[in-house]
T-cell receptor
Framework: RKEVEQDPGPFNVPEGATVAFNCTYS??????FFWYRQDCRKEPKLLMS???SGNEDGRFTAQLNRASQYISLLIRDSKLSDSATYLC?????????????FGKGTKLSVKP | DTGVSQDPRHKITKRGQNVTFRCDPISEHNRLYWYRQTLGQGPEFLTY????????KSRLLSDRFSAERPKGSFSTLEIQRTEQGDSAMYLCASSPSLAGIQYFGAGTRLSVL
């Protein structure tokens, strides 16, 4: 089982749609969680951190369920500019460790 | 530009040649990471430094790979005797702390012919 698994995608949605991405992680001791966005042939960029209480940033809402080891990202009122690959990311740290573990990513295409 | 800088952006080499990439992190960040990303996959961890100390290496980092961060500032990643399977995007990231957000450079895209 991969450490971080995401919906395979791709997701093709019209402008204005609401879309949800799901992610599960295997290490129950994982401590920090993020969603990164990656445009084609560009570097990953942090979209938002994910907290147990859930957090919202404009049209984006992230949720974390530690008991189920499940992370989600909801995008409301999709824009053409939201088209990208969304990477679910887990940070395990302790001792000398501190590297990010990425899912394969879910590609989103928002169409006019 | 005060972000993470990587050089070169693209590298084409022939199989068997050695290549070296450079990463300049954000200046206040003492942690520096190298990742590799192939098409259709998320980035995979290779190694990381805290200041000049290399604290962890992935099993992906074969003996042909070596990384240094001699003065705790910039880092280099060298691949010796390149193979076609080394073709990938090599990403560098830096962070101010163990649990801090990692900021990525634009990457070096390596093509081994």
């Amino acid at each position: 089982r991969k450490e971080v698994e995401q919906d395979p995608g791709p997701f093709n949605v019209p402008e204005g749609a609401t879309v949800a991405f799901n992610c599960t992680y295997s290490n129950s001791a994982s401590q920090s969680f993020f969603w990164y966005r990656q445009d084609c042939r560009k570097e990953p960029k942090l979209l938002m951190s994910v907290y147990s209480s859930g957090n919202e940033d404009g049209r984006f809402t992230a949720q974390l369920n530690r008991a189920s080891q499940y992370i989600s990202l909801l995008i409301r009122d999709s824009k053409l500019s939201d088209s990208a690959t969304y990477l679910c990311v887990v940070l395990n740290y302790g001792g000398s460790q501190g590297n990010l573990i990425f899912g394969k990513g879910t590609k989103l295409s928002v169409k006019p | 530009d005060t972000g993470v800088s990587q050089d070169p952006r693209h590298k084409i080499t022939k199989r068997g040649q050695n290549v070296t990439f450079r990463c300049d992190p954000i200046s206040e960040h003492n942690r520096l990471y190298w990742y590799r990303q192939t098409l259709g996959q998320g980035p995979e961890f290779l190694t990381y430094f805290q200041n000049e100390a290399q604290l962890e290496k992935s099993r992906l980092l074969s003996d042909r790979f070596s990384a240094e961060r001699p003065k705790g500032s910039f880092s280099t990643l060298e691949i010796q005797r390149t193979e076609q399977g080394d073709s990938a995007m090599y990403l560098c990231a830096s962070s101010p702390s163990l649990a801090g957000i990692q900021y990525f450079g634009a990457g070096t895209r390596l093509s081994v012919l």
